[in-house]
């Protein structure tokens, strides 16, 4: 499905009052980093995250994302990144959001350098419900508010919030 | 993408060069400060002088922030161990080696995750010995190059005076051969690129690159240039790790000759080559040439480390009627200079050899680059994924493709069929395109165009 801010996306009637996005983003997972000064050292970050709190091999996870920025990038633009992967004998969905204090680099479509990373990991067979969380992800990062609350603040809790608080 | 080379030798210098842009943000290590300084000189990157597998140098080098690591200097082992150290305590994604030794490459296996971690070897005499198997085997071509696995191949003719297709237009190949599918790619006029059109008239000097299924590539030939004697014999300059190779790979079914300077190295690749006859001699000698029937030799190949004796030798042996003569050239101005006189291929090693390389550097899924005409050109095989949606090709006919000016999709192999692309061929998923690009500017443009968006899961 196409993913820009324009596009209409079906919600499921039960969760009407949250995103899609915060069912799978926990607090742990917020992270301000002031090491990661590339793409891989920010791989490799999420890649111990997913390790420690998901039991997911950090290799995995870094394979999983490196290969699939090898197709084309997922840098969005405007100082945001969606890195994304497919990952064997996961069940649900899980995210990792990383505030990075240096801009990073990433082949995004206007050149510019990125600090705000969202790390989306899938189960190997994706559905439309994943497809839904990446357009979820796209029209919530279009959102230029959103995005300079995002910028404004240096607290993972207030940052989480940001996340549960959004509506399209 | 954060790339460190290893060694700033030819293979790595050449690399380098083709490398540095914007996007890309590069660092050459070499224990010698002279050739980085040239470099640094010429291009915007970053050197460092030191020992390439020691953990210290690579740790300054940023290796820790790399996307990958090119270790190709001179030494198989320090390629080996750099790899290693990377794979082992800095996570190195993806990690390229050059090994030359055959020893190494007969044993696959101590290239693994276990062992080395080297993700991909290149061995650059393997590749140019290929390439000059290649020339032998079809003496009309000027290049022979291969696409997904052989099924495809690009080859570059000169249309010669008086040849069949000259001063008619390039529709009537079709005309004049209905049966046999391939497409002009380009055509180079003066060394200049021309855009193939239907009414094109080709003329005398014209280098015509066209695509076809490996399969067909003897009948387009007969076509464009009416299909000289296939070879026989075959004379080789220089027992050198390229020049042994070949003779190798070629001595059951040609007529070899090979010369070679030093007396030693003689009697060791006479114990070699079963069916070669190895000479003890000096290859510009023209009385030596004159004894071993210069005049009735197919091909004859230069190959030596020494530019300037492979210019002499081949300018001797064409004169004295050698049919087709090859001259292996390092250096860069020469291979401008020499290629297209009295010399029929100038071959520079570091430009047959880079594509395979650059495979494995460039962004998007590449599974094949040949740089053509000296890195001015390319051509590459891309593999296109996604969907209508997600893709900028997939799901769309070629002539919906918003392919920049001068970048031509030859064809499309799909699983084992080749498909020649016609503006009316549809895209798939998962297909090997084959795209020319005449202008190196615009394989930026052509690498973007493939990937995918990111709505891609």
């Known amino acids: ?168 | 993408m954060k790339i460190l080379i290893l060694g700033a030798g030819q293979v790595g210098s050449t690399v380098a060069e083709s490398l540095v842009s914007e996007a890309n943000d590069i660092t050459v290590v070499d224990t010698s400060a002279e050739k980085l300084r040239l470099l640094q000189d010429r291009f915007d990157l970053r050197t460092l002088v030191g020992n390439a597998s020691h953990p210290s140098t690579l740790e300054q080098a940023g290796i820790a922030d790399a996307d990958i690591l090119l270790a190709v200097t001179q030494s198989d082992e320090v390629n080996m161990v750099a790899c290693k150290l990377a794979a082992s305590l800095y996570n190195t994604p993806t990690k390229i080696a050059r090994i030359r030794a055959t020893g190494y490459l007969e044993h696959p296996e101590i290239f693994s995750p276990e062992n080395f971690c080297v993700d991909f070897s290149i061995c650059p005499e393997q590749i140019l010995t290929d390439y000059i198997r290649k020339l032998i085997e079809f003496p009309e071509a000027l290049q022979v190059l291969e696409f997904a696995n052989g099924l495809v191949s690009l080859v570059a003719v000169k249309a010669f005076e008086g040849g069949p297709l000259v001063g008619k237009p390039l529709s009537f190949l079709r005309s004049h051969m209905p049966q046999v599918d391939t497409r002009v790619a380009a055509i180079f006029r003066q060394e200049k690129p021309l855009i193939p059109e239907g009414d094109t008239v080709v003329e005398a000097g014209d280098e015509i690159f066209f695509i076809a299924a490996t399969g067909n590539i003897r009948s387009v030939l007969k076509e464009l240039r009416r299909m000289d004697k296939p070879t026989k014999r075959v004379m080789i300059i220089g027992g050198g790790n390229i020049g042994r190779r070949l003779a190798l790979s070629l001595e059951r079914n040609y007529q070899v000759k090979l010369v070679e300077y030093n007396k030693k190295a003689c009697e060791q690749l006479a114990g070699i080559l079963k069916h070669t006859l190895v000479l003890n001699g000096d290859g510009t000698d023209e009385n030596l040439l004159a004894t071993e029937h210069v005049a009735d030799v197919d091909v004859f190949c230069a190959l030596t480390n020494d530019d300037e004796n492979n210019i002499m030798s081949t300018l001797l042996a064409k004169r004295d009627g050698a049919r087709k003569v090859i001259a292996l050239i390092n250096r860069n101005a020469y291979v401008g200079l020499v290629q297209g006189g009295k010399i029929d291929i100038a071959l520079s090693p570091a430009h047959v050899t880079i594509g395979s390389l650059l495979a494995y550097v460039r962004q998007g899924d590449v599974a094949v680059v040949h740089s053509l005409r000296r890195g001015a050109a390319e051509a590459l095989e891309l593999v296109a994924h996604g969907d209508r949606q997600s893709s900028k090709v997939v799901g769309r006919r070629i002539d919906e493709i918003d392919l920049p000016k001068g970048a031509t999709i030859g064809a499309i192999v799909r699983g084992d069929e080749v498909l020649m692309g016609h503006r009316d061929q549809l895209i798939e998923s998962d297909d090997h395109v084959i795209v020319f690009v005449i202008n190196k500017k615009m394989i930026h443009k052509v690498e973007k165009l493939f990937q995918v968006g990111i709505g891609f899961l």
């Open chain 1, 1 to 168: 499905m196409p993913l820009n801010a324009a596009t209409p996306l079906l919600y499921p009637a039960k969760v009407e009052s949250m995103n899609l996005i915060s069912s799978i983003l926990p607090l742990e997972n917020v992270i301000l980093d002031a090491d990661s000064t590339s793409k891989k050292r920010v791989f490799e970050r999420v890649g111990i995250l997913f390790e420690n709190t998901r039991h997911i091999a950090r290799s995995q996870v870094f394979d999983s994302l490196f290969a699939r920025e090898k197709l084309g990038s997922t840098g969005l633009g405007q100082g945001v990144a969606i890195p994304h992967g497919r990952i064997k004998n996961m069940r649900d969905a899980v995210a990792a959001f990383v505030k990075t204090e240096a801009s990073i680099p990433f082949d995004a479509p206007d050149g510019q350098p990125v600090n705000l990373i969202f790390v989306l990991l899938v189960p190997e067979r994706a559905t439309d419900l994943h497809l839904q969380l990446l357009g979820e992800l796209a029209q919530m990062f279009s959102d230029r508010t959103f995005r300079e609350q995002l910028q404004a603040s240096s607290d993972p809790v207030v940052i989480h919030q940001l996340f549960i608080n959004w509506k399209a």
